[in-house]
Every structure is written in C-alpha cells, then in structure tokens.
C-alpha cells in the first residue's frame, strides 16, 4: 500500500497521527502532515484505512 | 414582478425558518437538524436580512472551501463584507476579528506568525504547565468535597493558559475571564449587560496596555508574535493586532470551558462509560475527545458572505448573499455518521468539523485539546465518583454563538490536596513561564516546561 498526503488540502487537523502516529508526520511549526514514509508498512495498512476515513479535509488517498 | 425576482424565489425555493438564536433552537437542535438534512442541506431563511443555511456535511464542507465564500468584515460598512457574525453585533464594531476575518493571503500572513506558537509540537511543550494549573484548581475543592466544574475548573485552566501563551500576566486571568464569557451568554437586553461591556473595556484597556508594554520591552508570546510581523516591511496595524488578539481569547476561553463543562456532565449521566473511559484512556481518550468535540460543538458554527455568484452542489448563490455554516448540524449528518445523534467513545471515522474545516482550521485546536485532556484526566483520577446536581447546573439559553454552559455543580467524595492552591500556583508558574520562556515559538525553543 502507498499513502498521499495532498499538501493543498491538509490543514493539520492532526487527526492522522492521532490515529496512526507511526504512519504520519506533522510539522512542528504549523501540525500538517506527511507520511512518515510513502509505502505503508503491513501493519500499518489498518491505522492508514481509517486515518483516510477520518481526515476532515479528504486530503489522504492510499494505493492499494 | 421582474423576470429576476422569479428567478430569485425558483433559486430560493428551498426555505427553511433558521433562527439559531432562539432558546427553541437549542432545545428542538436534533429535530430541526434532522428536518434540514432530510429536506434542505442547503436552505434560504429570512430571519436577518435574509441568509443561506448550511446543515449537510457535503455542502458544509464545499462551501467552506470555496474561494467564492468569504471571511472577510469591512469595518467601514462600504461594502456587504460582514465577517462571520450573523446578525452583525449590535454593538459598535471597530476591529476586525483577526484571521478568522480575513481572507487569503492576508490571512496567511497573520496566521503564519501565529502558528509557531500552537502547533502540535509548540503546544505539548506546555502540557507540564497546564497539569499544574488543573491540579491547583482541582486542590482548590479537593477537600471540600465539592465543585463547580465550570466556576472552579473549566474557567480556570483554559484563561491561565491563554495569557501564559500570549505574554500576559497570569495573576489577571479572572479580569479576562470574567467579560469573556459574560458577553457569550448576556443578552443584549440583560441588565446586566452594561456591566459586563464595562469589564469588557477594562479587558480591552488592560490589552492595549500590555501590547504598548511589550512592544517598548519585548517579551516572549503571541502579542509580540504580531509585533514583530511585517507585512511588506511594515509593522501590522495596532487594530489588526488587536483584533487577533481578541480572537486567541475568546477563542481560547468559552469555548474549551463549553467542551470540558458538557462532557463531564454527560460522563456524569454515563457512570459506566466514565468508568470505561478511564480504565481504557490509553486508547480511548483520543476518539473519546474527539467524539465530544463532534456531538458538542462548542462555536456551533460561522457565517460568511459570498464574493462572486457561484453554483455550488447545485445551488446558485448571488454576490454579496449572507451564508451560515453550520458545523453542529454537519457533525449529525446521517450520511456521514451511524447514529449521529449518539455518543460513542470509540467512534471511528470521526470527519467532524468542530474546528472549521479549509484555511480556516482553528489555529488553537491543539491548544483546546491538551487542556480539556488534562481537565477530565485530572477528574478521572481524582474525582472519579462524582455526581452533578442537575438543579444547579445552568447551560446557555441559547447556543447561536457558544454553546455553552455557566455552571455544573458536583458533589464526591473528599480527597487530599497534592500541592499549594492556586494564587500560590499562579505565582510559581509566572516564575517559571519568565525564567524558561516557556511563551517562545517552536521554532526557538524545543524543550517542554520544567515545574521545579
């Protein structure tokens, strides 16, 4: 699996990392986010699924 | 009747009577919300001067986004420009609500300076801080027995932390408290309405002050974050300054107190999940707080003015119309949650818009969720059969600008204090926020607060 993080739409709501903290990364000066890497570790994929379902902007797409 | 006024009644044939202000709306919220989202996502209602109504999750969250729909409050009243109050205050207006009144890229440009100051990483160094403040403030009732959790606990922690972050001497929290929360929930009839205007100046003189203060001895926090902005090299309008930081206290204050305040009322009502929520904190907290921010919604919405005619989800809207968004009644949309109208702790795909949705994000959500974190962790751990009287508590007759509550009295069982009460606190925290400069932006100081 690979994630996105569409930077235009992210407004570091942080929900992401809350859900899946070793999949994402936030920015210290303004909390919006990154993954921690593209391809998403197999365990991971679960935490990734629902991170996607629950960012309020829609900002996160994966490739299964 | 023009061939345009046709066209007008077809665009707006969709009406619903929306009065948020009304005590109706608060006690009749699911019914009404229910109605808008079966019959109406987007409506047209005539109640002042005629606005737009946003209730469905989908349109809600276009309209927030769209560049055509508008922040922006011309002060002078040349242009329909009206900010995000819908009514426009009856009291004389003459500044800006900061960033949440501006678009872009003026926006940006204040919010930038603003941000290293509450992001996630700039706000957790605080969290030793914040402990202290709640234990102090629950010390204050331990023995007793017994508290009001909005008076003696919500009030507190979120005003302290507030000036702490700005710069501001933590001793005046009352006197920036006080007005902040009386002018929510005063009518404008009240008579008590002149006195809380009263103290409102003297919290707008006391700011004045501070920002003179500072900008003569610069000392670390949010005020001299907007001194030392400049915008194609010029200092930023002493009205703007203001303006924003008029907008980080009454953004600060109510509404996190709203938050605290109706969650431990409900976890009162929810013993067993109360009881759930602290044995599982470790995975729950996150999702649990997140759901009361759902189901709450502290600022249950924002309104906005539309710039250009556009057409979103189908809707045509007209230059210059008036827009509510309502995040509330977007946080019950069927389509997007099982059992809207339901709190479950372990929600998942929890797309709420509590704090806004596009540019706009609130700029202290992290800021609101570590102290509402510490405020019920802290009543977990050290109040956890505590019971509210029903008879005593008082929420806001009306929740068209907070939706709040002015008091929640409890009663449990007595406990031991574990430190000094919280003048003593205070003062200790003061010397600790100068001598760390705990107020310093992320991107100067790494290191979390130290409480020796």
Redesign the interface.
């Known amino acids: 699996m690979k994630v996105f993080v569409d930077s235009q739409r992210c407004?570091?709501?942080?929900?992401c990392?809350?859900?899946a903290p070793d999949a994402f990364q936030?920015?210290?000066?303004?909390?919006t986010a990154s993954p921690v890497s593209e391809v998403v570790a197999p365990e991971l994929e679960d935490a990734v699924r629902?991170a996607v379902?629950?960012?309020?902007?829609?900002a996160i797409s994966i490739e299964e | 009747m023009s061939v345009d006024d046709i066209a007008d009644i077809d665009r707006k044939k969709n009406r619903y009577h929306f009065d948020r202000h009304t005590p109706e709306y608060r006690l009749q919220f699911e019914k009404i919300t229910e109605e808008m989202h079966a019959r109406c996502p987007i409506a047209w209602t005539d109640t002042y001067d005629g606005h737009w109504v946003a209730a469905g999750s989908s349109a809600v969250f276009e309209l927030a986004r769209c560049p055509a729909v508008s922040n922006h409050h011309d002060i002078s009243g040349e242009t329909p420009f009206q900010g995000i109050t819908i009514p426009k205050a009856s009291r004389a207006t003459v500044v800006r609500g900061g960033i949440l009144e501006m678009d872009e890229p003026e926006h940006s440009i204040y919010r930038g300076a603003l941000n290293p100051y509450l992001s996630p990483a700039a706000v957790k160094r605080w969290e030793p801080f914040v402990d202290e403040i709640t234990r102090a403030a629950i010390d204050e009732r331990i023995e007793t027995g017994s508290i009001d959790f909005v008076e003696d606990l919500a009030n507190v922690v979120p005003a302290v932390l507030t000036l702490a972050m700005m710069g501001i001497e933590l001793k005046k929290w009352k006197m920036y408290s006080e007005p902040t929360h009386a002018s929510v929930y005063t009518p404008e009839h009240s008579p008590d309405r002149e006195r809380v205007n009263e103290q409102h100046r003297e919290m707008g003189i006391d700011l004045i002050n501070n920002m003179n203060e500072i900008r003569e001895n610069p000392r670390p926090g949010l005020v001299n974050a907007l001194l030392q902005l400049r915008i194609d090299g010029e200092p930023a309008p002493d009205l703007e300054i203001l303006g924003n930081l008029g907008l980080i206290i009454g953004g600060g204050f109510d509404t996190t107190t709203a938050l605290t305040a109706h969650a431990l009322e409900w976890l009162g009502e929810h013993p067993d999940e109360r009881e759930r929520l602290s044995r599982e904190r470790d995975t729950l907290l996150n999702p649990a707080t997140e759901e009361f921010l759902r189901y709450f919604t502290p600022a249950p919405g924002d309104g906005r003015t539309f710039s250009e005619d556009v057409e979103v989800e189908g809707q045509l809207f007209k230059k210059y119309e008036r827009l509510w968004l309502s995040w509330a009644m977007a946080n019950r949309d069927p389509s997007v949650f099982e059992k809207p109208h339901e709190i479950i702790l372990d929600r998942k795909a929890n797309r709420h818009f509590s704090f806004g949705i596009g540019v706009h994000r609130c700029a202290g959500s992290n800021v609101a969720r570590t102290v509402f974190k510490s405020m019920l962790t802290a009543v977990l751990d050290r109040m956890p059969d505590y019971v509210c009287d029903p008879e005593g508590t008082v929420h806001y007759d009306t929740i068209g600008v907070i939706q709040g509550m002015r008091h929640l009295p409890a009663t449990f069982t007595p406990g031991k204090r574990l430190g000094p009460g919280l003048d003593e606190t205070l003062e200790k925290l003061q010397r600790i926020c100068d001598e760390q400069e705990l107020a310093r932006p992320i991107t100067e100081r790494k290191e979390a607060a130290v409480i020796d």
């Open positions: 407004q570091g709501h942080t929900l990392s809350m859900i936030l920015s210290d000066i303004d909390g629902e379902q629950s960012c309020p902007e829609q």
